[in-house]
């Protein structure tokens, strides 16, 4: 089956321990991305990778790494997690970035708790 | 910049009454529109898209959506809503120069009632 995953689902951590939410995908698409979903401010990027080795900031870098080692794989990670990055956050791919109208496909998300 | 409003967070509707969930948006160049629909714990499913063929576009479910460039609307609707409806729903805009970043609305929860 085509997706999207990510691992957690759900996340309880302290503030500074490092974390990372991983993303794959099996469809081979060349862009992934992520993104965050607050209540009243629908989704915002986070970052996002064309291709492997090429990342670039979304709309709200800070407090954020992520790597694109691997085609299929874009793990998003929180060197020193703070309470204002509790929040649930989506990972998406498309086949290609050549077109900004190409479909996102989703994974089904993490929510996290930074206390 | 681009950006996206949606007109009520909270919609309610009977079931069997017409669905419009309402999307403004904001751009300086012709867009590409999404409508999203997010079911409870679970993540985002396209609706439907609108990239300058047709400007009625009809989705899964039902649904279709109507690109009114004199209005910068693109409005979600459904003849008859059923119970399965009831989700959040986000409608998206991206930039043709851009690559691929989505921006969204706020979002649209729907409910729907016996």
């Known amino acids: 089956e085509a997706q999207v995953t990510q691992n957690p689902r759900y996340l309880i951590t302290v503030t500074g321990k490092k974390l990372t939410v991983t993303c794959s995908q099996n469809?081979?698409?060349?862009?992934m991305s992520w993104y965050r979903q607050d209540p009243g401010l629908g989704l915002r990027q986070i970052y996002y990778?064309?291709?492997?080795?090429?990342?670039d900031k979304g709309d709200v870098p800070e407090g954020y790494k992520v790597s694109r080692k691997e085609k299929r794989n874009f793990p998003l990670i929180l060197e020193s997690p703070s309470p204002n990055q509790t929040s649930l956050y989506f990972c998406?791919?498309?086949?290609?970035?050549?077109?900004?109208?190409?479909?996102?496909?989703f994974g089904p998300g993490t929510r996290l708790l930074v206390l | 910049a681009q950006s996206v409003t949606q007109l009520g967070s909270h919609v309610s509707v009977s079931e069997g009454a017409l669905v419009l969930l309402r999307c403004n948006y904001s751009?300086?160049?012709?867009?590409?529109l999404f409508w999203y629909v997010q079911y409870p714990n679970q993540g985002l499913q396209l609706l439907l898209k609108?990239?300058?063929?047709?400007?009625l576009v009809k989705g899964i479910n039902g649904f279709e959506a109507e690109f009114k460039k004199s209005e910068t609307s693109f409005h979600l609707t459904k003849p008859s809503a059923h119970m399965s409806d009831a989700a959040e729903y986000f409608c998206?805009?991206?930039?043709?120069?851009?690559?691929?970043?989505?921006?969204f609305g706020a979002g649209t929860r729907l409910a729907v009632h016996p």
């Open positions: 998406a791919s498309s086949l290609t970035a050549g077109t900004s109208s190409e479909t996102q496909y």
């Open positions: 998206a805009v991206s930039d043709p120069g851009g690559y691929n970043k989505l921006i």
């Open positions: 751009s300086s160049v012709p867009p590409y």
């Open positions: 469809m081979n698409h060349e862009y």
């Open positions: 609108y990239t300058s063929a047709a400007t």
């Open positions: 990778s064309m291709n492997v080795e090429v990342t």
